[in-house]
């Protein structure tokens, strides 16, 4: 259940860093090609000077924006500049200025130049102007979640207590042309120079270097930040707040993290690992970290999980975990290494159109499995990559092109095809070519589109150049393609030939055949072999010499296709699969397909002892998983497991394990567990605590409520904060639910669907229930249509592990409700 709501709260806060898609009663968009925007100008260099005004949540604005003719002559200048009032738009003559005329309809300005100019030469145009982005996003903006305004006053008068005021800006898609004009697409580049005057009392953060400081009389500070490496405008950046700023470095650069003042203590806990990702993706990449300086800044109330812009990521509030959390792990690694890959695949070199925009985030999807893989081991980066390809899989995505040059609105194309799909397509390219040719391929496209944007057919030319292999079939299946391989593979052999047998069909819907190749592993007492075939028909036979029956074939040796798949295994095979190819996901679906046998009259007992033995699995990711899928409603698999679930608890040197262990002990009841629980209550890792509390409230109440009033008054998070609440201060169902249902979508919506699961745990009254249950359903319509199917998905599987309690609990009426609520065909695996 955890699991499933966190998947659901990082949907809506970090992966998928886009706004709501527009709603649009028509399907023309499908007809409508989305070229890469015609550049009739270039951007050369933008200079801006700055002074916000909290009280009307304004922007005072002076910008110096000096271009040039891309090819073909012209007089005039588009450029996109949302929401402003101009008092002045002129262009600079040395030292003078000359008043132009111009046409503005709220979303663009339209300059008459002074005459025309040649590719050859290069003007600057003076804007004075007032940017009201608030303004702005409110007349236009409706519902989207990631809005339009692209500068953000956060609290800006202080009305709002224990809130701190801040500023921060978000401009991708095309949203930071509301607080500065510029030509507002992914394929132009210019330098940067930002004045910015705001109180003495707050920092400031921008792209490229602090050159200087001055400050003012009237207690205002004025400070300099000059970027001289082009970078695209949907990438400049400005943060205004009260923060600390803790130092660190990489080589003679600075890499700094700015954070709330509370969170000094530990920043370098969350963010510490930078320098090393840094020094790892460079040399990965073969290009040392281009830009001058690396600095993270949080935001509170950011729209999106964290944005990637140059020299300055910014990432929303949840980044700041405190020592406790820290303890677990850190939660936010991840989009940590994900937002500094951006740094070279996005902001180095950028997609041409948003079309194409799974050159920056498949790279940086994927650089959560590289960086897992470098730092914590392959089982690490092979559950990162499962989990990101389950993300994928279970988006109900098949029909999307990953490169979509079709699309209703630009912000569609951020979704779980650009992200995971991309991601786990560099996997299979990585390994059909192999990690020296990988490398130097990016080595290649990094230095020869450096600066400049890029689509995905010159990432195949780097590619195809380094190799020496045509690669366009892969490009086309996958990068132009839609959808994925669903594989129905058997196994079988022939004792009067000697021969195994692999009989694979591809079953996805339609008349595409995917071409896929393979390694096929044959093994036979501890010795295995290897045979590399090409599946690309409807239906294909392999046949692999074998002087015996093998006690293993495994297709897809290497675990890397991206496809679903079944297969005909039976449970020795699997358990023979988890001891002896022994991959992170060869184990895992070993685990699976022994949990799916614990109840079988014939198999129960070897599964279990199977099951057994995987709860101490040398990977703590999957004693999770194994003490997951426990079935504890059967009484073979309590008294087989309890020993290790004891042990676990008491001793396994992973404190997220700790905690899955406890929780499942909670299960036993048994009171000679209470001074376990009441131990672990006090324990640092707020994740073993809420267990123990969870477990000790199921064998003395009294107990765990009078430890929850003890636990109130200090620091609690997550499972701990959510049973502290409802055992110190039991819920008000009814004001819960009313909360809930009158809150507007965003983030505060999704922080609070965890407790909303949580009451539909525990309560005890059906119309309640019911009414929880219903507003659930709702939300499931209101989320974005680019990722509501895979929401829906996890949300429904949520309400099903809800339904599954009751009807432990013998409350037929409550799991009743849900079963008549939700569709039929979601029942398989549940």
Known sequence: MKQILFFIFSLALSLFLSAQPKMRSDSSWKKLYRESAPKINDLVHTKLELKPDYTKSYLYGKAWITLKPHFYPTDTLTLDAKGMEFKKIAVVKGSQQKDLKYDYNEWQVRIKLDRVYKATESYTIFIDYTAKPDEFDQKYGGSQMLGIKGMYFINPRGEVKDKPTQIWTQGETESNSAWFPTIDKPNQKTTEEITVTVPAKYVTLSNGILISQKKNADGTRTDYWKMDLPHAPYLFFLGVGDYAIVKDHYKNK?????????????????????????????????????????????????????????????????????????????????????ELFHQWFGDYVTTE????????????????????????????????????????????????????????DKEDVFDAVSYNKGGRVLHMLRNYV??????????????????????????????????????NWFWNQWYYGSGNPKLDIHYSYNPDTKSAMVIVNQTQPGDKIFKLPVAVDVYNGNSKTRYNVWVQNKADTFQFSSASKPDLVNFDGDKIVLCTKTENKTLDEYVYQYTHAGKYLDRREAIDFAASKQNDAQDGAKAIAFLKTALQDKYEGLRQYAIN???????????????????????????????????????????????????????????????????????????????????ASMPSKGKLANLIKRLASPVNGNQLLSNFEAMPMGQEKFRLIEDVFDFLNETNSLDLFKRGVDDILKLEKEIPEAFREQATTELNRGLREIQKERISKGQKDFADYIDSKLPKDDKKGF
């Open 629 to 711: 899928r426990l079935d504890m409603s059967n009484e073979n698999v309590k008294k087989a497991v309890e020993p290790v679930l004891l042990d676990l608890a008491k001793n396994d040197p992973k404190r997220l394990v700790k905690a899955f262990a406890i929780s499942k002990l909670g299960d036993y009841k048994k009171p000679e567990y209470k001074s376990l629980f009441l131990n672990a209550v006090n324990d640092s890792s707020y994740s073993v605590s809420g267990s123990a509390l969870e477990a000790l409230n199921k064998i003395d109440s009294a107990a765990a409520t009078a430890q929850a009033k003890r636990l």
């Open 434 to 471: 192999g990690d020296s040719a990988f490398s130097k391929a990016l080595n290649l496209y990094l230095n020869t589109n450096k600066f400049k944007s890029a689509e995905a057919q010159q990432l195949r030319l780097a590619f195809e150049e380094v190799t020496g292999k045509d690669l």
């Open 353 to 408: 159109s948003w079309s194409n925009i799974t050159l920056n985030e498949s790279f940086a999807n994927y650089s959560e499995t590289l960086w897992s893989e470098y730092k914590y081991g392959k089982d690490a980066g092979d559950e990162q990559n499962y989990f990101d390809m389950q993300g994928y899989l279970n988006s109900r995505s098949e029909k999307k092109d990953l490169v979509r040059f079709y699309y209703s």
């Open 254 to 338: 600075e890499v700094n993290y700015y954070v709330e003042p509370e969170y000094a203590s530990v920043a370098k806990k969350i963010f510490g690992n930078t320098p090393e990702m840094i020094a790892f993706y460079s040399k990965i990449t073969g290009v040392d970290y281009p830009w001058p300086k690396y600095d993270q800044i949080t935001g509170r109330d950011f729209v999106a999980g964290a944005m990637e812009n140059t020299t300055s990521t910014l990432h929303q509030e949840g980044a700041q975990q405190d020592a406790r959390e820290l303890v677990d792990a850190n939660n936010w690694e991840m989009v940590i290494a994900h």
